[in-house]
Nanobody, 124 residues
């Protein structure tokens, strides 16, 4: 059974850092594009980063320069390092997987498998 499990969320002060993990089971992450999304209360789910099976990485403008996405093949895990966090980064963060991106790495509709989410709260 294909499964994604996020971890690493928590409470951090403005300017702090967190590293989120997305561990996969039942499939090999290398064969999929893995996206990171976030959803704040009352807002739509927003795509913020993606790593393709080729290794190419993408970042949304709202987070560019503060995030780094990486992949550990041995652990079958994708990481999202988040630096200089701001209160507006507060949200539930999700990872998702898809075999093929058709149009946009940032569209939730592209992804077939989702984790349960991890809460990130940034205090001012």
């Amino acid at each position: 059974q294909l499964q994604l499990v996020e971890s690493g969320g928590g409470l951090v002060h403005s300017g702090g850092s967190l590293r989120l993990s997305c561990a996969a089971s039942g499939f090999t992450l290398d064969d999929y594009a893995i996206g990171w999304f976030r959803q704040a209360p009352g807002k739509e789910r927003e795509g913020i980063s993606c790593i393709r099976s080729s290794g190419l990485r993408y970042y949304a403008d709202a987070v560019k320069g503060r995030l780094n996405i990486s992949r550990d093949r041995a652990k079958n895990t994708v990481y999202l390092q988040m630096n200089n966090l701001k209160p507006e980064d507060t949200a539930v963060y999700y990872c998702a997987a898809t075999r093929r991106i058709r149009y946009s790495s940032y569209s939730p509709d592209e992804y077939d498998y989702w984790g349960q989410g991890t809460q990130v709260t940034v205090s001012s």
